[in-house]
């Protein structure tokens, strides 16, 4: 009887103190992740009408990559980079400008002091098509750039012209001024990031033979973004790494011939099957330090139960994944995804083809590269009539890990901080692929942010219908831009 009672009273004691542990860190997650500013700043004058002006100007020139590349209209990249020089020409009177990979542009803003390691910015010039089709469902013609509301309408005025324009308004500001940077800074804006980005792989390998080791790139990602899991404040996403991007072709090959004989062995039954496989069999999935490090943030603003468990991952971490797992988005974060993009085969119902296609998109998560997962997916097949290759010219690694907390990361920290007071600063992984992945080559400090702010339906404007800019949106990340500009130069 004593010893039940000991054995219950060791029990209740190990209950108080796990309850006390699991407070005490819920209660102090707030203080060492969320990261806010009271401090003042002064701002630029901007002329709103003139800046949105100049955005919609932007959006009427077509620049779009079309998937196949020789279809792309090439002039109206170069009818857009002439009014990019007269418009800005203050910035090009201060830049070295250079065209590589045909229609990227290169400019080189000399640093008076050679000691310090440049600072790299970046946009894409192209955008993705939108169908100009009055039936399409846009509410204003896609490259019209129309004026409406306090919104500039149109493709890529998120992405990505509003980044590419945004750092031209500021950095011609910052050059009329005669400001002098101290650090050298390059804007590198690719003209086929929505097709391949070989203009932002050739700036990485012009840098690369410079021996230019960049202290940090800036390129599109993030943004701040408001209305997330229904938090309140806005927070700051910093994409401090990308996931890696491969796409598989399998090709199964069988006999072919008259579908009243047919072999026990068909390339369709053969191609289902190899694909059913790779779908059961998920890549290994969890939480990695910068998804721990994001959902932390943001349980500061959350409720008691989510600030709970984010606090305390060393009892909750498998419910945890066990909810984020149950969601597409969050599965995404947690793993390598799987995604059957498109299959090929058959051209008459009663002839059995004698190849069957399919392609397979995968996302990288940073635990797996390119060979281990085409390992990986050839070990789970083990068919030898099946063969497996990358599709051309598609496939990346996962990017390295930026520094969070301390580097380049506190100097973008410290200029949104202080430009939106009361903003949650947090890191994330871009589920996306930019152009940035390709400065890789040159620096492991690559930080995916523009200091726009979005709500959650605007991202899904971003390649669909309606995409608009917020002029009020636009002006204060220009403003912002120059701030991080001029710190940029002051190294
Ligand atoms: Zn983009």
């Known amino acids: 009887m004593k010893k039940i009672k000991l054995f219950v009273l060791a029990l209740v004691v190990l209950f108080l103190i796990l309850t006390i542990i699991v407070l005490v860190r819920t209660y102090s997650l707030s203080k060492s992740t969320v990261t806010t500013s009271d401090a003042s700043v002064d701002f630029i004058d901007i002329d709103k009408t003139a800046a949105s002006i ?16 020789d279809d792309t209209d090439w002039q109206e990249f170069e009818k857009f980079q002439a009014w990019m020089r007269e418009t800005y020409p203050a910035f090009y009177d201060a830049v070295k400008t250079e065209t590589i990979a045909d229609h990227a542009l290169y400019h080189t803003w000399e640093g008076s002091d050679p000691s310090l390691d440049p600072i790299v910015f970046m946009a894409h010039q192209d955008v993705v098509p939108a169908s100009e089709d009055p039936n399409s469902g846009w509410e204003f013609p896609p490259f019209g750039g129309d004026i409406i509301d306090g919104f500039v309408y149109g493709r890529g005025t998120i992405d990505c012209k509003g980044t590419l324009i945004g750092l031209m308004e500021a950095a011609n500001r910052l050059a009329a ?5 101290k650090r050298k800074l390059i804007f590198s804006f690719g003209h086929d990031e929505e097709i391949s980005g070989s203009g932002a792989k050739t700036a990485a390998e012009l840098m690369k033979s410079r021996g230019i080791k960049p202290y940090a790139v800036i390129d599109e990602g993030g943004a701040i973004i408001t209305g997330l899991n229904g938090i309140e404040k806005p927070i700051a996403m910093i994409g401090v790494a990308e996931k890696g991007y491969l796409t598989l072709v399998l090709t199964a090959k069988a006999r072919g011939g008259h579908s009243s004989t047919p072999p026990t062995y068909t390339a369709i039954g053969a191609l289902s099957k190899a694909i059913a496989i790779i779908e059961a069999n998920p890549f ?3 939480m990695d330090k910068v998804t721990k490090k994001m959902l932390q943030a943001m349980a500061t603003e959350q409720d008691f139960k989510t600030r709970m468990a984010m606090a305390n991952l060393w009892l909750f971490r ?7 797992k149950s969601q597409d988005q969050s599965r995404a974060m947690l793993g390598t ?5 498109i299959i090929d085969a058959g051209f008459k119902e009663n002839a059995l083809p004698r190849e069957a296609k399919a392609y397979v998109n995968f996302r990288l998560h940073s635990r797996d590269s390119v060979a281990s997962v085409m390992d990986r997916v050839r070990r789970l097949i083990d068919d030898p009539n099946i063969e497996i290759v990358k599709a051309d010219g598609i496939g990346s690694e996962p990017s390295p890990v930026s520094q969070i907390g301390t580097g380049p990361y506190t100097w973008i ?9 009361g903003l949650l600063v947090s890191p994330n992984v871009v589920l996306g692929g930019t152009d940035s992945r390709y400065m890789a080559l040159v620096t492991n400090d690559i930080y995916r942010f523009a200091p726009y702010k979005f709500d959650t339906s605007d991202m899904a404007r971003i390649h669909g219908l309606n995409e608009r800019m917020d002029i009020d949106v636009f002006v204060k990340g220009i403003q912002t831009y120059y701030l991080m500009l001029e710190k940029a130069g002051e190294g």
């Not at 001024?177 to 940077?181: A, C, F, K």
């Not at 498998?318 to 984020?324: A, G, I, L, R, S």
């Not at 995804?337 to 993009?341: E, G, L, V």
């Open 54 to 69: 100049n955005l919609a100007k932007a959006v009427r020139f077509k620049t779009v990559t079309e998937q196949v590349r």
């Open 177 to 181: 001024s005669g400001y002098q940077p």
């Open 284 to 286: 290994d999935s969890g």
């Open 318 to 324: 498998p419910m945890v994944e066990k909810k984020m």
């Open 337 to 341: 995804t799987i995604a059957p993009t």
């Open 413 to 421: 920290e410290d200029v949104i901080t202080t430009t939106f007071p």
